[in-house]
C-alpha cells in the first residue's frame, strides 16, 4: 500500500485473526518537496506521489519485489536505507496497470488544498511582515520547506505572478492608503519599502493609471 498524507484510513491488521508481519514507512510531510520535487530525475516518483493521495494497492510482481527490498532495507544505516527506499519508490512508478489499484475513486483534493491554504498564508504573513523592508524570496522558501527553485514555480502556479511583483502589488496597496491619509509620495514610497521615488512614481502610474500625486488629489477632490 501507498498512502498519501492525511488520507483517514484504519490500521491495515483491522479484522486480522491470523498471524501476520507488517512493514510501515513514514515519511515527514516535506519529504516530497525537498528532495524529490527539484530533482528532474525523479519525475516517476514525483508522479507516484502525486497519485498517492487517493491510496494505491499493488500486487503481483511489482508487490513481492518491493516486499523483497523493504525486507532488505537497513534501518541501522540511513543513507542506504534512503537508497533502498528510493529505488523501491521507483519499483512502485512503474507498476504495470493490471498490478496497481486506486483504493479511493473520489477526488480527494482538498487535502493539498488545505496544504496550500497553510503554505499560501504563511507566504502572506511574511510578506505582509516585510513588505517595507527587502523580503528575501531564500528565506520564505526554507519557511515553506522548498528549495528557491521550487518556491519561485509553486508562486507563479498558485497567484500566476512572480515573488517580487507579488510584493510590488502589496506595496502598492499599502501605498494607496498610506496617500488617502495625507502622506506625500515621496514618504510613501520609503515607507512601504521601494528604495526609489521615480520608480515608485512609474510603477505606481503603470499598475493604477494615475501617478500618486493625482491619485492623492483625486481623492481629496472627491471628499
Given at each position: 500500500m501507498l498512502?498519501?498524507?492525511?488520507?483517514p484510513h484504519l490500521n491495515f491488521d483491522y479484522g486480522l485473526e491470523t498471524e501476520y508481519k507488517q512493514i510501515v514507512v513514514q515519511l515527514?510531510?516535506?519529504?516530497?518537496?525537498?528532495?524529490?520535487?527539484?530533482?528532474?530525475?525523479?519525475?516517476?516518483?514525483?508522479?507516484l506521489f502525486e497519485r498517492s493521495y487517493k491510496g494505491l494497492a499493488f500486487y503481483g510482481e511489482t508487490r513481492e519485489r518491493?516486499?523483497?527490498?523493504?525486507?532488505?532495507?537497513?534501518?541501522e544505516h540511513p543513507f542506504e536505507a534512503l537508497l533502498g527506499l528510493?529505488?523501491?519508490?521507483?519499483?512502485?512508478s512503474g507498476a504495470a496497470p493490471g498490478e496497481v489499484e486506486v483504493l479511493n475513486q473520489e477526488d480527494t483534493a482538498s487535502k493539498w488544498l488545505l496544504n496550500d491554504k497553510v503554505r499560501m498564508g504563511t507566504i502572506y504573513d511574511y510578506v505582509n511582515e516585510n513588505y517595507d523592508k527587502e523580503p528575501d524570496v531564500n528565506e520564505i522558501a526554507g519557511k515553506v520547506?522548498?528549495?528557491?527553485?521550487?518556491?519561485?514555480?509553486?508562486?507563479?502556479?498558485?497567484?500566476?505572478?512572480?515573488f517580487t511583483a507579488f510584493v510590488?502589488?502589496?506595496?502598492?496597496?499599502?501605498?494607496?492608503?498610506?496617500?488617502?491619509q495625507g502622506k506625500s509620495a515621496n514618504e510613501v514610497c520609503y515607507?512601504?519599502?521601494?528604495?526609489?521615488?521615480?520608480?515608485?512614481?512609474?510603477?505606481?502610474?503603470?499598475?493604477?493609471?494615475?501617478?500618486?500625486?493625482?491619485?492623492?488629489?483625486?481623492?481629496?477632490?472627491?471628499?
Open positions: 498512502i498519501g498524507p492525511d488520507i515527514k510531510p516535506d519529504f516530497l518537496e525537498t528532495l524529490i520535487m527539484p530533482t528532474a530525475e525523479f519525475g516517476n516518483i514525483r508522479a518491493v516486499v523483497k527490498r523493504l525486507r532488505e532495507l537497513n534501518m528510493l529505488e523501491i519508490f521507483q519499483l512502485l520547506h522548498l528549495s528557491t527553485a521550487a518556491f519561485c514555480r509553486y508562486f507563479k502556479r498558485q497567484t500566476k505572478m512572480t510590488n502589488q502589496y506595496r502598492l496597496s499599502n501605498a494607496k492608503t498610506l496617500l488617502l515607507e512601504v519599502g521601494f528604495e526609489s521615488v521615480s520608480y515608485f512614481n512609474r510603477l505606481f502610474k503603470k499598475v493604477v493609471g494615475v501617478t500618486p500625486a493625482v491619485f492623492r488629489r483625486g481623492y481629496k477632490i472627491n471628499v
